[in-house]
Each structure stands twice: as C-alpha cells, then as structure tokens.
C-alpha cells in the first residue's frame, strides 16, 4: 500500500538540475501497482520530464480520477499536493483548481475507464473550455482494480484475458480530443520513455488544453495475444510520425540533426521543441490533416504515435475569461468586497 | 347584479392577473405591484408560472398589505383575467363580492360570469387597436392600458405611477412617454366610462419605511459577492438560474479591475451538476471562495461530491433553490422538499450545514457567512431557499456590511508556520473543535503537501484501512459537526403574551405567513410561542423549546414533515410530542392555512384528554 515509507537518502554525487533538486526530489511513495505495470513507467517519465524542466515541485498540483491510473500521482512529486477525487471527475476539479490559481502546474492523470467512459463528458468539456493543464490518460484498455472487465478504448474485435471478445466500438481519445480542439495532442506508448519523456515535457509548456494518450499494457489483464493493448502488439504497430526533444531556455541550441527534417516550434514559457520527422508527410499544425492521418491509419491497424499537434499560439480558459493576473485564491475582502457604501447605492436602487 | 354586497377595503385585497405567458404581461404586472409600493403600501407579489416559454398560463398575484403581512393570503378579490384559456377557473376563484377586471372588445354569454361578483369590461383590445398598428406594440401596451384602468378603478394617483416610469425608462425618452401615453389611454377611458373607484382602494400610507423590494435569488448572489465568492459554476435549472446570472450582472458592476478592465471573478457554465460541483470543489480545495446554484435534481447529481467535501474536508457552498420534487417534479412551483436530502446527501455516514434565509435580507447574510462557515469547518455549506423567496419580489429590510468585516478563512497553514516546524496533520484536530488545518497547493517547497483523497487516512492524510484509524477520523468528524451547532445562526424565538404549553417550530419562507398566522391564532384564543430555526445542525436552544412545551407544531413545505424528522432523529424526541403541520401542494403557504390546521388541533386538544388524542 501506499503507506509504505521510502528512504530519503540518496547518493552525494547525484545530479542536479538547474534549481539544485535532484531526481529523487521528484519521486513519491513507492508504487502499489503491480510490478511491471505500464503506469510506473509512465510515472518514471513524469519525474524525468519534472526534473529536466527543472520546476520546483510543490508548483506542481497533480489530480486524478479512481483507478489504477489515478493512484499513481501519489507515486511522484511527493512535494506537491495531490488530489484523487471521484471516478471521471478529474477534469471538473482541475478546472476548479485551476481558475482559483493560474500560477501552479496542473497535471491531470486519469486512465480510459476514467476518461472514456464514466468522465467521457468531462474529459471533452475541459478539453473544450481550453483549461490550461496536461491532461495524461494512462490507457490500458482494460478495468485493472475490478479485475479485468474492457474498457471503452479496448479495440472492436480485441480479446479480454477470458477470452470474450469485444463487440462494441473503440473510442480513441485522441481523434476526440483534436476534434474538441485541444491545442496540444499527443500519443505514446509507456514504453517507449525517450519518446515520452519529451512529449510530457512539452505538453506542460504549452499552454492551454494539452493532451497525452500514453498506451499503457495492463501486466495483469490485458498483455496477452489477442488484445491491442499489450507491450507486444503496440510495439509491432507502433506508427510513430515524429520524435521530440523540448529545449529549455531561449538560447538555439545546436542540435545535430540533417537538414530538412527538424522543425522547431516555440512554446508560451519559452522553451522550444525540436520536432525530428519520420513520417516526412506529417504537418503537426494541420488538425485537418492530423485527423485524416489517424483515421487513415486507425483503419490499417497502426497505432499513430508522436505529437500529433500543436497550436503555439494557443489561448486558455483564463483568457477566455479575462481573469485578473493575480491567482483568484489571493484576492482578499479589500479587493473582493465592494464595501457598504456600494451596498447603500443598491439599497436605493431597490426602492 | 349582486346577492353579495361588493367587498370595500383600503389597502388589503389580493388582485391576480392571469396572463398567457410571453405576452409580456410581467413587466406590467410588476409595475403595478411597485406603484402600489409608491404609495407608501406595502405589497407581497408572487409569480406563478407554467414551465413553459410561451403559450401557457401564468398568474401574477399581488398582496396589497397595509399591516405587512408578506406571506401569500389565498383567495382572490380581484382577478384581472386576461387569459381565455382559464377564464373559467379564474372566475370560480373570486371571493364572492369580489371584483373581475376583463377585455370586454368581445361580448361574452352572461354564462360565464357569476352574480355574485362585480364585472367590470373595458375594451382594451379595441382601444389597443385604434391605437397601435403594429402588432408587439398592440400585445405590450394593452398591459399597460389594462394597469392605466386599473390605477383608476382602485383611486391610484397617476403621478406616482407617471414617476415609477420616469424611473423605469430613464434616459430612453421614447419609451417613457409612449408607456405614459398608454397608462392615460386605459385611465382616461375607465374615468370616463366605469364608476371609479370601486371598494378596493389604495391610499397612501408611510408603511413601507426604508425597506428594499428585491428576490431572494439577486440577494444571495450579491451575498456571494459580498461574501467574497471568486469561483461560480453552475448548470442551469429553474428556479435556481437566476443566482448564477444574478451573480454574473453584479460581478460585471462590481468586481472588474478598474485599470486593466480584468476580471476578479471567474463564471463556467457547467456540463452538468457534476462539473459544477467538482469546479466548486477544486477551486475551494486550492483556496478560492466557490459556489454552485442548483435545485433540486441538481442536488441528487452532486451527492458524491458532497460525500467527497465531507470526508475529504473541502469547502463548498451549495445554493438550493428548492422546488417541488421528487424526480423533475413540479419545475416552477415551491416547496421546502430537500431538508433531508441535504442534510444527510452522499453514502455513508455524513452530516451537512445547513441554512435557512426567510427572506431577501438573509438571504444575503446567509450567503456571506456561507463562504466564513465553510472555510471555517472545511465542509459543504447549503444555503436552503425556495421558489418563493428565490424568484419573488420580495419587501424586507435594507442589506447591511459592515465594513470592518473581514473574511474567516478558517484554519490554514502558512509557509511562514511551516518553517517555524508547526506540526501539520491534515486530519490532526490540534484544537479539540474537530478542525484540521489545510495548506493551500504550492504553500512551500517541502512541507505541508498531503495527498487529498475520498479513501480513509490517518491523522497525517496517509493512506489506512485499519479500523480504529477509521473510527477515530468518523468521530473527529462528528466533532467538528458539534462545534457547528455554535457557528450557525442561532434559531430566534418569539413568545406569547402569555405562559403557554404550546409551542411551534418553522423555517424558511414559511416566516411571513407564520408571523400573521399568530395574529389569526390569537384572535381564536390560541396562545403559541415560536422558534424559527435558520440553520442545521440544531443549536441546544431547540432542545430546550421542545422540553419546555407540551406540543410543538412543526411547520413545513413539504408531504412528509421532514424538518420534523430531522428533529426527532437528532434529539432522541418522543416525535408524538410534534405535531406535523404540512402543506405541500407547490403554493406557498398561507397564514390561513397555518391558523386552521394549528386551531382545529387545539380546539380538539382542548375537548379531548391528552391520552385519548394521542392514542
């Protein structure tokens, strides 16, 4: 269980980051999951991508839904308060958390039953409302604390480790959220950690609705033949369009690349994106033509992976609201309370 | 015409207008309710009205009320039955002797009027028609024609009225003279053709005195204002919308930073209940002051949540605007149905504040202090109003702030306190009352985060399933509800002239025809002390009116006395000892309702052994 105490100490000659914190300033608990669980790798690139981005932690506010996925945020930033609210209700509570503070970090962490199915409307209506946050959905096509039941992203035709085979259609988080207008979007495979890593990165310097679909194999459910899910079949159809590398700070940094296929892309905070292509074809500005893509390759059986899309230009719900620059949170009487001689003026108006 | 003489009264009738709804007859209604207010009388209007855009019926009342009773009275002395598809039904309603006011451009069959009554036709449509060409001009100022008649028959001064258009219609000329052209078109013709005044007359009088005229839902929403609410997300529903647009209009006036323009407020639009209440939540949960409005079947969707803000500690101020119920119930009509349900929402064991305005004015007291209580007890605070107070045009006493006033942001852990190596336990009750401090997220770089979960947990917010760490976490809980009872606003009691056995307990907008029903009771020679109760949990001072009376009436707007209920389960009280006094057909409840069902019983208490009444 989560209460099991880790060891504080740490090697002397671990390496810093430009605040002075080191990995281990990033970690949580240990994790409960069971060993091998896809999720602890995707927890693993959080503290990588957390620590290469050298952010303090505790500006960090990590929320989640129920399930497996949603116990993980207790297994990193153990500086940074956590919230595991109520089954699907992630969204909801982030934008909440969110409006009362623009200044902290918002990393939403749900899986597919809790975005896809019971929190299906939540999920779509933060992406909607352009809440600036990094929404990951730990997806594993399967109901991993109930033992195994699938799940609404578990394919049309994939086999539950019982052997039933599912008859209903996938929904892909990802095709919704482009066509929600989410204005960072991304999927990955939580095996494939160089890939990961920079994409989580990116995703929290974009700001807006920022979205990461990581496939994550459920070790104990669905890893076996006949399920889309497993570490192997998603590493046989994985499609991956692009790989990224995020660059901190504004200085161009020589990157080692041939010309022609590195495209860079500067984030709000400042840091840039150096966009390798491996699908020559693959335009991550066009939603149009990111949404054709996946499509097309859905049907072939072919998992897309990489940055799907970007918008640098990208507005939030802030703005959208012409909320004041200083967090709701620190307003106080003086300036929230329009006083009695107003509350006179009213009271004339009502006469 | 009449077996009944006509009725003859000054400044103390009831006049109903039945329109269609979407006429535009609401604008013109309420005009007449707040001419009448320009006379120095008082007046209690209420809308009734169909769940419906238009076409429906709808019926606005109004309370003409030199002595100030507020509550609905029932029966109708004047309908004003400007709607053919209830015409019948309005003209059974009349008191006998009373009066009705009708569009007579159409001869109507002596069938469908009654003798007993005085009919009184004038030809609005006609005279619209010679008026006006143009059709939505023809639909509005009939209204208006219709009020310029009535103003005559009832002895109104037209120039009181003339100013409350003034006022109404500053600065858009056009319109003003053009509504005044149309109120003398109705006055000159009702002077000229009918014998005015009738018996029913309003005089001037100095009974208004300072008070304001406002609806309880404006008056919680600058409450929330007031109260400091960053944070609003909401789902529309009737009758609770009008919180969330109220408060909308007065942030736009009130909370806009005057040099950047920027907003000290952030409003969503929910997808649903669910949304409205976790924004609430996770905007409370990182520090901010929020709240949702809703209603009834809102409150049914949110009940997770409220069990999550229970147990996981998370400030949160519910607005009910209650209607009648269960399921989609009765959308427009009021009723108080939601007691219960508030009070013990969610699965498990769990207990929420609530409060209980009687009007406008504490409508905006309670909704201020909503945001201090649930700070203060990191918990879910409703705010229980009804229909009737929510959406009605309300006389009460002028909103108060006192400017010294600052915000009870209840027990929070600093950075500062952290660094000076304060113990923090999330769940540790440091101080005996049940009340844990929080930090907010971000508070400092390595003390103070804890994981906020809806699981069970130690002192420390870690993770456990063990029982006794549990148990010792549910009985914190209960102790923090205890120290609530002192927080709340305290129940108020009136006594009677004299020592009596006889008690009654009431709520909420039952406040106004429960004050008049006394004056009816004691004119029977039933002496009642009372206690209105504003909040849950129960404050000792309720205990101690039921030990001191024989019977307590219980007073309430819903079928199944569920105040009552709440009473008896949580004083351990013989419920034999209180008298369930209900009234639950979605009107609001009338003074002559209270006084006939608190008489008979005592008329029989009064005839019959005690033993034999009760058994």
Known sequence: MTYIAKPKFHHPGLKKNALGYTHRDYEGKISTLCAGCGHDSITASIIEACYELSIEPHRVAKISGIGCSSKTPDYFLGNSHGFNSVHGRMPSVLTGANLANRDLIYLGVSGDGDSASIGFGQFAHSIRRGVNMTYIVENNGVYGLTKGQFSATADRGSKSKKGVTNTDNAIDLVAIALQLGATFVARSFSGDKSQLVPLIAAAIGHKGASFIDVISPCIAFNNHAGSTKSFDYVREHNDAVNRLDVLVGRDPIAVDYAPGTVQVVEQHDGSKIALRKIDADYDPHDRLGAQTFLARHAAKGQIVTGLLYVDPEAEDLHEHLNTVETPLNALEADTLCPGSAVLDKINASLR | ?615
């Not at chain 2, 001037?204 to 609410?229: C, M, P, Q």
């Not at chain 2, 079947?297 to 069990?307: A, D, K, Q, V, Y």
């Not at chain 2, 147990?311 to 949160?316: D, H, K, L, Q, W």
């Not at chain 2, 149905?337 to 905006?364: M, N, Q, R, W």
Request: aromatic share 10%; net charge neutral.
């Open chain 2, 1 to 615: 015409m009449s077996d009944k003489k006509p009725i003859s009264s000054v400044n103390d009738f009831v006049v109903r207008f039945a329109n269609v709804n979407g006429s535009g007859s609401a604008s013109a209604n309420e005009m007449f309710a707040r001419a009448i207010l320009r006379h120095g009388v008082p007046v209690s209007p209420r809308n009734i009205f169909p769940s419906n855009i238009q076409g429906l019926p709808t019926w606005y009342e109004v309370r003409v009320t030199e002595a100030g009773h507020l509550g609905a009275r029932g029966g109708v002395d004047m309908m004003v039955a400007m709607n053919p598809q209830t015409w019948d039904k309005d003209v059974a309603g009349i008191e006998p002797g009373g009066y009705l006011f009708y569009d007579s451009t159409k001869p109507m069959p002596s069938t469908k009027f009654r003798d007993d009554i005085t009919v009184i036709g004038v030809p609005l449509t006609a005279i619209t028609n010679s008026t006006y060409t143009d059709p939505r001009q023809r639909q509005l100022f009939k209204n208006i024609i219709y009020l310029g008649a009535l103003s005559a028959l009832l002895d109104m001064d037209p120039k009181l009225i003339e100013q409350l258009i003034g006022d109404q219609y500053k600065g858009k000329e056009k319109l003003l003279s053009s509504n005044v052209h149309a109120l003398h078109l109705g006055r000159d013709w009702a002077l000229q053709n009918l014998k005015c005044p009738i018996g029913l007359r309003v005089k001037k009088s100095d009974k208004v005195g300072d008070r304001i005229f406002i609806e309880g839902n404006s008056a919680a929403a600058l409450g929330a204002v007031y109260g400091g609410a960053t944070v609003c997300a909401w789902y529309p529903i009737t009758p609770s919308s009008s919180v969330a647009e109220a408060f909308t209009a007065h942030c736009k006036k009130y909370r806009h930073d005057p040099e950047t323009g920027k907003a000290k407020y952030a409003i969503v639009q929910g997808e649903d209940e669910l949304a409205s209440i976790g924004i609430v939540i996770g905007a409370s949960w990182n520090g901010a002051r929020a709240f949702t409005a809703t209603s009834g079947p809102g409150i049914s969707l949110m009940t997770e949540f409220i069990g999550l803000s229970y147990f996981a500690e998370i400030p949160a101020v519910i607005m009910n605007i209650q209607r009648a119920g269960p399921s989609t119930g009765m959308p427009t009509r009021t009723q108080q149905c939601d007691i219960i349900a508030c009070a013990y929402a969610s699965h498990g064991d769990t207990k929420h504040v609530l409060l209980f305005p009687e009007d406008p004015a504490e409508a905006f007291e309670f909704a201020a202090a909503a945001f201090d209580l649930a700070e203060r007890l990191q918990t879910t605070i409703f705010l229980m109003l009804d229909l009737d107070i929510g959406m009605n045009h309300r006389l009460c006493r002028p909103l108060k702030w006192d400017d010294a006033r600052q915000y009870d942001r209840g027990k929070v852990m600093t950075a500062a306190m952290l660094e000076e190596g304060r113990d923090f336990g999330r769940y540790l009750d440091v101080d005996g009352d049940g009340i844990p401090y929080r930090t907010y997220p971000g508070t400092h770089p390595t003390k103070g985060s804890y994981f906020t979960r809806g699981t069970s947990r130690d002192r420390y917010a870690r993770y456990s399933e063990e029982g006794t760490v549990y148990a010792d976490n549910m009985q914190r809980l209960m102790r923090k509800f205890e120290t609530a009872q002192d927080l709340v606003p305290r129940p108020l009691q009136a006594n009677a002239e004299r020592p009596t056995k006889y008690g009654v307990i009431y709520f909420g907008s039952t406040s106004p025809a429960m004050d008049e029903a006394i004056g009816l009771l004691e004119a029977r020679g039933h002496q009642l002390d009372r206690l209105r109760i504003r909040a849950f949990p129960f404050h000792s001072s309720v205990a101690s009116f039921l030990a001191e009376h024989d019977f307590v009436y219980v007073v309430e707007q819903n079928r199944d006395s569920q105040l009552r209920q709440l009473i008896v389960n949580e004083n351990g009280i013989d419920p034999v000892r209180l008298v369930p006094i209900v009234h639950y057909d979605g009107t609001p409840i009338t003074a002559r309702f209270i006084a006939k069902a608190i008489g008979d019983h005592q008329d029989h208490l009064k005839v019959t052994p005690l033993r034999k009444a009760v058994s």
